[in-house]
């Protein structure tokens, strides 16, 4: 499911994650030369992704799972 970037944090392991609008978080690493993604490496490059959309994978597990409310 794709959700916007409203911001950003760092783990315990000083990688960059992404704060979707939904409230999960997703990393945006920066991997070279697996990922590359050295926008996230400065403020500005971060900045300037805000408002682009990732597809979020926990939003899509939750969708899946069967709904669990009471008959
Ligand atoms: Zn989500």
Same mark, same amino acid.
Request: glycine content about 8%; hydrophobic content about 25%.
């Given at each position: 499911?794709? +959700? ?5 944090? *760092? ?7 992404? %704060?979707?609008?939904? /409230? ?6 920066? +991997? ?5 993604? *050295?926008?996230?490496?400065?403020e500005a490059g971060? %900045?300037?992704?805000? /408002?682009?959309?990732?597809?979020c994978k926990r939003c ?12």
């Amino acid at each position: 499911m794709n +959700r916007r970037i409203i911001g950003y944090d *760092e783990d315990e392991q000083g990688d960059w994650r992404a %704060k979707l609008e939904c /409230g999960h978080y997703q990393h945006v690493r920066h +991997r070279p030369p697996l990922v590359s993604r *050295e926008w996230v490496l400065t403020e500005a490059g971060r %900045k300037s992704r805000l /408002g682009f959309e990732l597809n979020c994978k926990r939003c899509d597990e939750e969708a899946a799972q069967p709904t669990t409310d009471c008959e």
